[in-house]
């Protein structure tokens, strides 16, 4: 049987220890290949647009541009891009919030262990799943910047795409999601693809974002 081609990952971080550990950590996994490093938000774009990883350890405080520039850039000038987890000490820093905004997948911290850190990376390689739903439920109601008024998606969305969004929020798979309203998976997945195209997001992270900010998920 064949196995399938290893998940591809790019750290981005300007302490030189952090990627010497990233990189021992995700190297022990026949699954995980680390194809290259960067020092800053600058380098970290250039080496993303050379290699093009499935997913990228995106440190969010670094000189030059910051992850959250390097972010917005690499979602923005490529087709296709990777996965982008915020690496991060602190985990209700805003500017976590500013790179979920900004169209980072997920957040990790840096004390997490090894197999957190392994078990991340997969999830947003492979899996329809939200990156630790509760710590990004709970960062987006902390952070979440109140609009005067619901934006006009909110009412285009099913009463069927509603309950969707909320078990996405809940960080169910679309499998989950199935067996919770008793339909199918295929059901399920063009739900989900309504709920994206509704909110103007590209993947569930951002989904939620736009949920909580439009009162969605606040009791709006």
Known sequence: MTRPAPIRVVLADDERMVRTALRAILSAEPDLEVVGEAATGAEAVSVVREVRPDVVLMDVRMPETDGIRATEQILATLDGPPRIVVVTTFEND???????RAGAAGFLLKRADAEALVQAVRLVARSDSLLFPAAVRTLAAEHARAR???????????????????H???GLTNAEIARRMEVGAATVKSHVAAVLAKTGTRDRTQAVIAAYEAGFLNGG
């Open 94 to 100: 805003s500017y976590v919030y500013d790179a979920l």
């Open 148 to 166: 005067p008024e619901s934006p006009a998606w909110v009412a285009k969305l099913t009463g069927r795409e509603r309950e969707v969004l909320r």
């Open 168 to 170: 996405m929020a809940q």
